[in-house]
């Protein structure tokens, strides 16, 4: 699998995955012609190394203290070949684009720990049993050192509320190494988000009409006040989130807070 290794600075890694997952379609990712344009900024170091690997749309790889911790694996086994063995699994949401049985399956998981939802685990076969976490919004559970709290992710339009209603899925906060890292998931700018406190790194999903627009995502950034935002999850159908002017809102907004834009589809056939 080739990689561009965005950033090297003093103990963080930052690497955008550049072959493309072959994950089934959900019905709220389509791709469209919309170029977006990628912003490879440089990021703080880190305490203890934390490696970030965008592999595609909702799908990252998180590396710390020779740990390894996939967030919504989906594409099968070659989408992560020449990738580490997971320790920790992450799954937020039932749709296509955040949980793939079949890729569960496919993959090497004898010595991870997979934390879900409870709705996620009713669709995970038994023999998965003995490796699953289920947690529920406002739960927590640790696990190689590392806290994991389940954050709600929901809809807040009315138009929008039968995607992902509230209660269903999570958002995850993990705590690395003296760091928090928040995964929305797919959310609007719910109130639980903007409550957030002493966020490292955001991953900021906006997408329509399944999530939010990134006038919305950019408003919730400016009042919980990451230090650091990834926006990632932007495409949907019929467009691709603008993330050019989610970044101008934040920086306009508060200039302290360092948006970073990874390669997260480095091919347009998403």
């Known amino acids: 699998?080739?990689?561009?290794?965005?950033?090297?600075?003093?103990?963080?890694?930052?690497?955008g995955c550049k072959e493309k997952s072959k994950a089934t379609m959900s019905d709220d990712k389509e791709t469209t012609d919309t170029e977006i344009s990628i912003d490879k900024k440089q990021t703080e170091n880190s305490d203890d190394e934390i490696k970030i690997i965008s592999i595609e749309h909702a799908t990252?790889?998180?590396?710390?203290?020779?740990?390894?911790?996939?967030?919504?694996?989906?594409?099968?086994?070659?989408?992560?070949?020449?990738?580490?063995?997971?320790?920790?699994?992450?799954i937020t949401d039932i749709h296509r684009d955040h949980f793939s049985l079949e890729t569960l399956e496919a993959l090497d998981t004898s010595k991870a720990k997979i934390m879900v939802p409870q709705v996620v685990a009713d669709r995970i076969p038994s023999a998965f049993t003995p490796r699953l976490d289920v947690l529920n919004?406002?739960?927590?559970?640790?696990?190689?050192?590392?806290?994991?709290?389940a954050i709600p992710m929901y809809n807040l339009r009315e138009e929008a509320l039968n995607f992902h209603e509230k209660g269903r899925g999570n958002g995850y906060v993990l705590n690395i190494g003296g760091k928090r890292l928040y995964f929305s998931g797919d959310t609007e700018d719910i109130p639980e988000m903007r409550a957030l406190k002493n966020i490292d790194k955001a991953f900021i999903c906006m997408n329509l009409p399944y999530t939010m627009t990134p006038e919305s995502a950019a408003d919730a950034v400016l009042e919980f006040k990451p230090k650091q935002i990834y926006p990632y999850h932007y495409k949907g159908k019929p467009d691709v989130s603008d993330v050019t002017k989610f970044k101008a809102l934040v920086n306009k907004g508060n200039p302290e807070i360092e948006v970073v834009q990874l390669d997260w589809y480095p091919k347009d056939e998403f």
């Open 1 to 15: 699998m080739k990689k561009i290794v965005f950033v090297l600075i003093g103990h963080l890694l930052i690497i």
């Open 60 to 90: 990252a790889i998180l590396e710390w203290n020779n740990i390894t911790i996939y967030i919504d694996p989906v594409g099968g086994a070659s989408t992560f070949e020449g990738q580490k063995q997971p320790d920790l699994i992450l």
């Open 137 to 149: 919004n406002g739960e927590s559970k640790e696990r190689f050192g590392i806290n994991v709290d």
